[in-house]
């Protein structure tokens, strides 16, 4: 009997499970418009000059290597869910039986003014380097004029991406940038902006009172109860009405599904792609969408938070449903299984939640480092973050300040 076919489009955290899950049952094909994974959770120490681009992007087809799971790289332009078709944008008209939609999420602007035009975003290599970029000629700037002239660099949303970004920026400025030239390092400042009244919302109340002090001894200015009304290139309009400066702004506020959803005759609420619990798409059994743009929600009713272990799990279990589905069985709903959370802040700085355990300091510092080189995908990558690491330990340097996005 010949396979079924699954294509499965996007080759992040829960694609590239299900792919590999898959791969010995079904004739799969991956699709990314990218040839690498990136491994989002460490997209903020690229931009702020603490670890190499590559060591975060790892060769989609290295990961595949021998596994038989083909891969195109492309993006859909549409579905024909009655023909069963993925249209591609490199011409590609791919045949499956089932169809796993899996490509992630996108920055949310809310629709405040300014925000698309003058923010930068954290959601690719492409993003994190232009940050980085722009970090640094805002240093070289202030290198060559002594008018007294200072540089904010603001980070919005207060969630764990812009705690993590903020609390790197700080110690950028106060470690590397502060030895290459102090003088102009001091007039570089770091301000978090969160529209809640705490920072990381989703831990316990000390934990975000314990992550506040951190941020605040490295420097960083925290503003909560803080709405932004208006973005432009140079200043922030608050909720309030006053106008402050901002050199840079750094959008961390909001996510919502990848876009491309729209054109893939999919249904949509709040978007996310509406999904039965068994993660099946409403009213499309052959397609499952999982990950960032699946709104499937758990068992408070609420939808579930787009972090990689959700991804995970769920490429995981819809490998297992289409397996079974295959030989005939019904499929079964999917359960998340949180096993905690954890942000860092900085150096020996860094807060771990699971269920009624909390830590923070050192040790959970030590359990974050751990886990992210745990889940890095690549010998390579995963030495190449140790190196970087450990050189930026001992010298308190960050070797990787270089602006590569202009000849
Ligand atoms: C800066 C940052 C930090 C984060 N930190 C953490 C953390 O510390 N811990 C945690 O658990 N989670 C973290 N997350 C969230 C986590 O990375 C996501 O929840 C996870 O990546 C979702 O997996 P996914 O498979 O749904 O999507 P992704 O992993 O984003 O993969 C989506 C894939 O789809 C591809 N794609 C997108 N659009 C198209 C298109 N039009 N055509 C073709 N391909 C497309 C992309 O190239 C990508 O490869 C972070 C996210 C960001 C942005």
């Given at each position: 009997m010949p396979q079924s076919r699954v294509v499965i489009l996007g080759a992040g955290f829960g694609g590239l499970t299900a792919a590999k899950s898959l791969a010995k049952h079904a004739q799969v094909t991956l699709v990314d418009r990218h040839n690498f994974q990136t491994f989002l959770p460490l997209l903020y120490q690229v931009s702020t000059a603490g670890l190499a681009a590559d060591h975060v992007a790892y060769p989609v087809r290295g990961a595949l290597r021998d596994s038989g799971v083909g891969f195109?790289?492309?993006?859909?332009?549409?579905?024909?869910?009655?023909?069963?078709?993925?249209?591609?944008?490199?011409?590609?008209?791919?045949?499956f039986d089932y169809v796993v939609i899996a490509m992630g999420s996108s920055t949310a602007d809310f629709g405040i003014k300014g925000v698309a035009e003058f923010t930068y975003a954290m959601k690719s290599v492409?993003?994190?380097?232009?940050?980085?970029?722009?970090?640094?000629?805002?240093?070289?700037?202030l290198c060559r004029v002594d008018d007294g002239s200072s540089c904010e660099l603001t980070v919005v949303g207060g969630g764990p991406t812009g705690v993590e970004m903020a609390g790197a920026l700080a110690e950028l400025?106060?470690?590397?940038?502060?030895?290459?030239?102090?003088?102009?390092?001091?007039?570089?400042?770091?301000r978090l902006i969160e529209a809640g009244s705490r920072l990381l919302p989703s831990f316990d109340q000390k934990l975000s009172d314990r992550t506040k002090l951190d941020l605040e001894k490295l420097g960083v200015e925290v503003l909560l109860n803080t709405a932004v009304q208006e973005v432009t290139r140079s200043d922030i309009t608050l909720g309030s009405g006053e106008r402050i400066q901002s050199s840079m702004t750094i959008w961390a506020a909001g996510v919502k599904g990848a876009p491309v959803i729209h054109s893939l005759d999919l249904p949509i609420e709040r978007e996310r792609v509406v999904v039965e619990p068994t993660l099946q798409v409403k009213d499309l059994p052959h397609a499952f969408a999982i990950g960032d743009l699946s709104g499937s929600v758990g068992?408070?009713?609420?939808?579930?938070?787009?972090?990689?272990?959700?991804?995970?799990?769920?490429?995981?279990?819809?490998?297992r449903q289409i397996q079974g589905l295959i030989k005939g069985t019904r499929p079964e709903p999917f359960i998340y299984k949180d096993k905690g959370s954890m942000a860092t802040i900085g150096r020996h700085k860094a807060v771990v939640q699971v269920?009624?355990?909390?830590?923070?300091?050192?040790?959970?510092?030590?359990?974050?480092?751990?886990?992210?080189?745990?889940?890095?995908?690549?010998?390579?990558?995963?030495?190449?973050?140790?190196?970087?690491?450990?050189?930026?330990?001992?010298?308190?340097?960050?070797?990787?300040?270089?602006?590569?996005?202009?000849?």
């Open positions: 195109s790289m492309g993006s859909p332009v549409s579905i024909d869910h009655s023909k069963k078709t993925v249209t591609l944008d490199n011409g590609q008209v791919l045949d492409h993003e994190a380097l232009a940050i980085r970029a722009s970090v640094m000629r805002h240093f070289e700037d400025v106060r470690g590397p940038l502060k030895r290459d030239l102090e003088t102009v390092a001091s007039r570089m400042h770091v068992v408070n009713g609420q939808l579930l938070p787009m972090v990689a272990p959700v991804a995970i799990q769920q490429g995981k279990w819809v490998a269920n009624n355990f909390k830590l923070a300091g050192p040790l959970a510092w030590l359990a974050w480092l751990w886990l992210h080189l745990f889940y890095l995908l690549g010998g390579r990558n995963k030495i190449g973050t140790i190196a970087d690491w450990t050189w930026n330990y001992l010298t308190f340097d960050r070797a990787n300040r270089h602006i590569i996005d202009e000849l």
